[in-house]
C-alpha cells in the first residue's frame, strides 16, 4: 500500500525485495530532489514502472536549500527570454492554484532611488509583461510617503517611491516530498539512503545499475529500459561512466535566518547589493526573516554539505543593514543560515551570475540525464527528460496524460474544524492527500504551534511515522524546517522529540543520543553562524 510505504521498516521490506525479487524497471531515477520527484511523478503516472533511489535523503542537495522561491524569472524578460518567462509564469499560477497553503503568493517590492537602475518605468514596463503572462495585474507603484509607510525600516536617502509585484514562496523540501507522494500513489517506488553506484552495461549501452545501500553498504543490481540521472549538481558524476566531458558549474547560494521582529517584513524585497549590484531578497518565510543568496563558486563538489562562509554572512548582513539601517541588524541576531549549490550548465561565463538557468538533457546510450534549470518548471523539464528516454523504453504508452500535479486533500476529520483557517490552509497544502491522516495520528495537543515556527507538533509525528525518517537530520531540517526556524537548531524542544522518535520509530535512548550528536554535528558545521 503507498499509504505507508514510508512507514518503519517499510524501507528495510522493499530492500529485500528488491535483492530477492529481481524485477525489470521500465526507468530507474538517481535523485530525489524535485527534479527527479517531478519525473518519477510523470513517469509513473503513464503507467511505468518506475524506481526512484536518492543516495542522501530526499531534497537533501539544492532542492531543500532554495531561495524557496517559485518565480516566473523576471531576470529572463529582460535577457530577452520571453519563452522560459512565459512558461515559467504558467507554472506559478498552476502551483498556486493547486497547492495553496505550499505555494503561496507573495508581495514582492523593489525600493526606486533618484539615480538607480532601475527606475520606475523601466521596472514597470518589465512588468507589463509579467503580468500580461500571468493573465493579471499584480503590479503597483507606491509614491514615496506611501511607501514609507508600507516599509517603515527602509533607507529612505532619496528615496523616490517603490514598485509591488508578485511572485511565489514555498516550502522547497515539502514540494519535494508531496510530489514523491504522488508518484507512490501511481506505482513507484521510492527509496532514499540508496544510489547508483555503478552502471551496467551491455555493449556500450546503458542496461542497467549496481545500487549501493549508504546505511549497510549492501549492493544491489538492477536491470531497466533507461537510468535517468537527475543529481543535479552532481550529474558530472554518473556521466564520467559513459564520458569525460564535464558540463555541471557548482554555484553556491547562501542564506542567513533572523528573527522577523529583529527584521520585519511583510513581503519579499528585492535589494541590489551596494558592492556589486546583484540582487538579494529580504523575505518573510515560515515566521522568521530570510536573507540571500549569494552566488559564488563552489569550486569542485562533493557528497557533504555546502557550508556558507564568513565572507558570504557579512556580504548578506551589509546589504540588510544598508537597505534598513533603522533595524540594526547584528551577527548575534543571525538564527541559522542554509547554503545551497546550483547546478549552472556551463557556458565558459567568468561570472556564475551571468551564466543561463535554464535546464540542459544528454543522452549517453541509456543514460539520460538532466541539470540546470529551475524550481518553478519542474514538470516541464520532467516531460523534456522523458521526451528524451522514451526511444528506451519498450513500453512507453501513447495518449494524452493529465497535467495536473496534486490529488485534492480530501479531509472529513472532525479535527480539521478545529483549527483556525491559516492552519487548515497549512495543513492541507503541506500535506494533501496525507492532510487526513496526519490529523488522525496526532495526539490531542499535538495541534499546537511550536513557538518560534509556524510547524504543529502533529508534523513531527506524522514526518516520524510515515516519511522515511532514517536520520534525526532528515527530521529537522527536511520534513521540519525546525532546524532552521528555532535557536540552536531546536534544542529547547529536543525532549519532546525524543519521545515521539521514541513511539513512532522506535528509537532506544541510545539510538537518541547518537542521532542528536550526528545532527548537532551537522548543524554546527554547516547550518550555525560560520566562525
Known amino acids: 500500500m503507498w499509504q505507508t510505504a514510508w512507514a518503519p521498516g517499510q524501507r528495510e521490506q522493499q530492500l529485500r525485495t528488491l535483492k530477492n525479487t529481481p524485477e525489470h524497471w521500465d526507468v530507474v531515477v538517481a535523485g530525489g530532489g524535485i527534479t527527479g520527484a517531478g519525473i518519477a511523478r510523470e513517469a509513473a503516472r503513464r503507467g511505468l514502472k518506475v524506481l526512484l533511489v536518492e543516495r542522501q535523503d530526499f531534497a537533501w542537495g539544492t532542492s531543500s536549500r532554495s531561495s524557496k522561491m517559485v518565480h516566473g524569472g523576471l531576470r529572463y524578460i529582460a535577457q530577452g527570454d520571453i519563452k522560459t518567462t512565459m512558461h515559467s509564469v504558467h507554472e506559478r499560477e498552476r502551483l498556486m492554484t493547486e497547492a495553496p497553503g505550499l505555494v503561496d503568493q507573495m508581495g514582492y517590492v523593489m525600493a526606486h532611488y533618484k539615480g538607480g537602475f532601475p527606475g520606475p518605468f523601466v521596472f ?80 556500450g549501452q546503458v542496461t542497467g545499475a549496481v545500487l549501493e545501500d549508504a546505511l549497510s553498504g549492501d549492493l544491489i543490481p538492477v536491470r531497466a529500459d533507461v537510468i535517468i540521472n537527475a543529481t543535479g549538481a552532481w550529474a558530472d558524476e554518473l556521466r564520467g561512466q559513459m564520458m569525460a566531458e564535464k558540463k555541471i558549474r557548482p554555484a553556491r547560494g547562501s542564506h542567513i535566518v533572523v528573527p522577523n521582529w529583529r527584521l520585519p517584513v511583510a513581503q519579499s524585497y528585492t535589494v541590489l547589493h551596494p558592492d556589486d549590484k546583484r540582487p538579494i531578497f529580504i523575505f518573510p518565510w515560515e515566521g522568521r526573516t530570510v536573507i540571500g543568496t549569494t552566488d559564488l563558486d563552489n569550486g569542485g563538489i562533493t557528497n557533504t554539505e555546502a557550508t556558507m562562509t564568513r565572507a558570504e554572512l557579512e556580504y548578506l548582513l551589509r546589504v540588510a543593514c544598508v537597505q534598513f539601517p533603522k533595524s540594526e541588524l547584528k551577527e548575534r541576531d543571525i538564527i541559522s543560515s542554509w547554503a545551497g549549490v546550483r547546478p549552472l550548465v556551463s557556458s565558459g561565463a567568468l561570472n556564475p551570475s551571468k551564466e543561463k538557468r535554464d535546464h540542459s538533457v544528454w543522452d549517453d546510450k541509456g543514460l539520460v540525464s538532466v541539470s540546470g534549470g529551475k524550481l518553478t518548471t519542474f514538470r516541464l523539464i520532467a516531460l523534456d527528460v522523458l521526451e528524451a528516454a522514451r526511444k528506451y523504453i519498450r513500453r512507453y504508452p501513447v495518449g494524452e496524460f493529465s497535467a495536473q500535479i496534486f490529488t485534492p486533500a480530501d479531509i472529513v476529520s472532525s479535527r480539521f474544524e478545529q483549527l483556525p483557517g491559516y492552519l487548515q490552509k497549512r495543513v492541507s497544502g503541506h500535506f494533501g492527500m496525507d492532510a487526513e491522516g496526519l490529523l488522525e495520528l496526532s495526539a490531542r495537543d499535538e495541534l499546537d504551534v511550536i513557538p518560534g515556527s509556524r510547524t504543529l507538533w502533529a508534523e513531527v509525528r506524522w514526518a516520524a511515522a510515515r ?58 558545521k554547516h547550518y550555525s553562524v560560520p566562525v
Request: one cysteine or more; proline letters at 1%; hydrophobic letters at 40%.
Open 124 to 203: 514597470n514596463t518589465l512588468l507589463r509583461v509579467y503580468d500580461f503572462f500571468a493573465g493579471k495585474r499584480y503590479r503597483r507603484f507606491f509614491k514615496r510617503d506611501d511607501f514609507d509607510f508600507l516599509s517603515p525600516y527602509i533607507n529612505d536617502n532619496h528615496l523616490i517611491g517603490g514598485t509591488q509585484f508578485a511572485d511565489a514562496v514555498t516550502d522547497d523540501a515539502r514540494l519535494v516530498v508531496r510530489v514523491l507522494r504522488e508518484a507512490q500513489k501511481d506505482g513507484a517506488v521510492v527509496l532514499n539512503y540508496l544510489g547508483v553506484k555503478n552502471l551496467v552495461k551491455t555493449d
Open 467 to 524: 516519511e522515511c525518517v532514517q536520520h534525526l537530520d532528515d527530521l529537522m531540517l527536511r520534513r521540519t524546517r525546525l532546524g532552521l526556524l528555532l535557536e540552536q537548531g531546536g534544542a529547547q524542544v529536543a525532549e519532546r522529540i525524543r519521545v515521539i522518535c521514541a513511539e513512532e520509530m522506535g528509537w532506544s535512548d541510545e539510538r537518541w543520543a547518537q542521532e542528536w550528536l550526528r545532527y548537532q554535528d551537522i548543524w554546527h
